[in-house]
Structures are given as structure tokens and as C-alpha cells.
């Protein structure tokens, strides 16, 4: 199956049809739970209006909306990297009327890397849906002689110390996996943390940066344009938008860094919030997020959509939870 539209129809229609499989037990419970919702449903996103996960969570919002006959509100709680929306969320009444959307940085990263974090993610937090995985791919200056990610390396260790490398912030994935590199290949790379990716990609644009991981949606163009050369995307598969970029397993780079999910988009509830309500969400959330609209939204910007049920969201968190505990420590980072 060579198409790329061909193999992301064929994977959607697995995917839909395997949730179809593990919640087909949904109706014939419900008869026995209360009717669900009995009133306004909101959906916490931990950032502010306009961007992209924003737009995303209320493009799925109207879709749920319409399937559960109830109006859903999508409430911004924007700051603080994302802990004060999911704080908010976790310490909602768990009557099923309160959701969030939620993503590595604030259930796995932000406990390793602040002292105070409004919530416990194991005891606070019941994982509903993951959404989409967000890839990213290694980018270079199309100056940097190299054309794979195996030459890259090689490349650090005979110039070791005199290149840098940019990450959108201390903590992000691309902070994380570069420092893998330079403690496995000896590269002594400068770390140089940004406050966005908007301003680390101006820099890689105009050599002030030799590389950088960034996301799919912001390379793409870039490459499309000449401004930049790709290496390899994490993963454990290409991406249908760039079929012909290898992962890193691949080039023979297989370091649980490289195969795990960098970035997620998921739905979270407070913790105790019904099973019920939540497979229900689950299989809701799904449904809206496979309209032809939204499903497009999600590849557009660069992410694999997943779909899953709430205990496989869970295994996954509870799968890469240790890998960026290790990661975290091994770049360094301290809870600030």
C-alpha cells in the first residue's frame, strides 16, 4: 500500500473500527446509568484563544456537542505552560460535566520540572482519549553538510563543541533529545532555549541556528521553499504528509527518544469522573474528531490521529512516563 491517502483511509477505518470493537459494550450499559449529560458540558483548554489546539477543541467541540444534545463550552484557562487549565480541570466536580484537553507537557513533564504543580496526574487526572501524537522532525540549515541523520552524527563528533542546537523551552522534547545526542555521540552541542517556535525557526532560517527539532507543520513549507533540509521524524513510522522522510529507527537510531511520542493531544476529567461518562466521551470524541473537517485540522498540523480508549490513553502515559523522567535527568533538568 504505496498511496498515502490510500494507507491513512485504511488506517482510520482500523482505528474506527477497533474503538468500535472495545466500546461496543457502551449501549447496552448505559441502559443502567443515569442519563448523561444532564446539563452544560465544558471543556477546559489550557490555552489562549486563536491557536491551534484552541481552534481544534472547538471544531470537535461542535461535533460532540451535537451528538450528546448538549451544549458544549470551551473554557480558555490559559497560563503557566498549561498547569493552570488542567489544575482547574482537576479539581472540577467529577460529575462528568468537566473535561480538559490535555498533553505531555502538562501531565508527564511539568511534575518533573516545577516544585509546585496544581494537580497529581496519577491521583487527579482520568485519561479519556488520546486524540493525535505530534511528531517532529530533525531539521538542519540546508548549510549543514549532511543529508541523513547517521551523517549528522558523525558530523557532531568530528566538530564536537562548535555547533548549537535551539529547542522552543527548557524541558520541551527538542531539549531532551538533543541532549541524548550529546551525551551519546560526544557532540558538546550548546543548548539555546527560545520562548516559542516562531523565534527558533527565524533563527534556523538564517543560519544563526544549525539545527533544531520542529514540528511538521512549521518545517514543511520551510523544505517546500529550500530554507531548510529534514534528517529523520521520530516515530516509529514515516508521515503520510512526508513519505519519504525516514525515522530515525531507520537510519539505525533507535533510542526509545527517537520512537516515543514527542507531543500529544488528548482529553482529560477529574479524577472518579464516572467509567461510564468517560468511555462515553471517549467514543463522542472520536466520532467528532473523524468528521471530515476536523480530520483534515489534525493532518494539517502535522498530527497522527489516534482515537483510542481511555485505558489505552492510560497505558500510553503510563509507558513514557519513565522514559522523560529519564530523558529530564539525563539533560540535567531540575524542578525549578
Known amino acids: 500500500m504505496t498511496d498515502p491517502n490510500q494507507r491513512r483511509r485504511f488506517l482510520h477505518q482500523a482505528t474506527a473500527a477497533g474503538l468500535a470493537m472495545s466500546l461496543g459494550d457502551q449501549a447496552r450499559s448505559q441502559a443502567t446509568q443515569p442519563e448523561w449529560p444532564q446539563a452544560l458540558v465544558r471543556l477546559i483548554v489550557p490555552y489562549p484563544v486563536g491557536g491551534a489546539t484552541d481552534i481544534l477543541a472547538r471544531l470537535i467541540g461542535r461535533g460532540i456537542a451535537a451528538r450528546i444534545g448538549q451544549q458544549l463550552l470551551v473554557d480558555n484557562r490559559a497560563g503557566a505552560g498549561g498547569m493552570i487549565g488542567i489544575g482547574a ?24 520540572l516545577f516544585e509546585k504543580v496544581p494537580y497529581d496526574t496519577d491521583r487527579d487526572i482520568s485519561f479519556v482519549t488520546l486524540l493525535a501524537t505530534v511528531p517532529m522532525v530533525l531539521a538542519v540549515h540546508p548549510s549543514v553538510p549532511v543529508q541523513t541523520a547517521t551523517e549528522l552524527m558523525q558530523h557532531l563528533k568530528r566538530h564536537k563543541g562548535k555547533l ?8 520541551h522534547y527538542g531539549h531532551v533529545a538533543s541532549e541524548h545526542i550529546n551525551a551519546t555521540y560526544d557532540a558538546g552541542m550548546v543548548h539555546v532555549p527560545y520562548k516559542g517556535e516562531a523565534p527558533m525557526l527565524q533563527d534556523l532560517l538564517a543560519n544563526q541556528l544549525p539545527l533544531s527539532f520542529v514540528t511538521i507543520a512549521t518545517a514543511k513549507p520551510q523544505v517546500e ?10 516515530g516509529t513510522r514515516r ?22 511520542n514527542p507531543g500529544w493531544i ?66 540535567g533538568i531540575r524542578p525549578e
Open 89 to 112: 480541570m482537576a479539581k472540577a466536580a467529577p460529575d462528568g460535566h468537566t473535561f480538559g484537553v490535555i498533553g505531555v507537557s502538562q501531565v508527564i513533564t511539568a511534575p518533573f
Open 164 to 171: 548549537s542546537y535551539g529547542s522552543v523551552a527548557t524541558g
Open 225 to 234: 521553499a529550500g530554507k531548510l533540509r529534514l534528517l529523520a521524524i521520530t
Open 239 to 260: 508521515h503520510p504528509s512526508m513519505p519519504n522522510l525516514p525515522t530515525f529507527a531507520e537510519q539505525g537510531l533507535d533510542a526509545d527518544v527517537f520512537k516515543m
Open 266 to 331: 488528548g482529553i482529560g476529567a477529574p479524577a472518579k469522573t464516572p467509567t461510564a461518562v468517560v468511555r462515553r466521551m471517549a467514543s463522542e470524541t472520536v466520532a467528532a474528531a473523524r468528521e471530515p473537517e476536523v480530520f483534515e485540522r489534525i493532518a494539517a498540523l502535522g498530527m497522527d490521529f489516534v482515537g483510542n480508549t481511555p485505558e489505552a490513553f492510560a497505558e500510553t502515559y503510563r509507558a513514557e512516563k519513565p522514559i522523560w523522567q529519564k530523558l529530564l535527568k539525563q539533560a
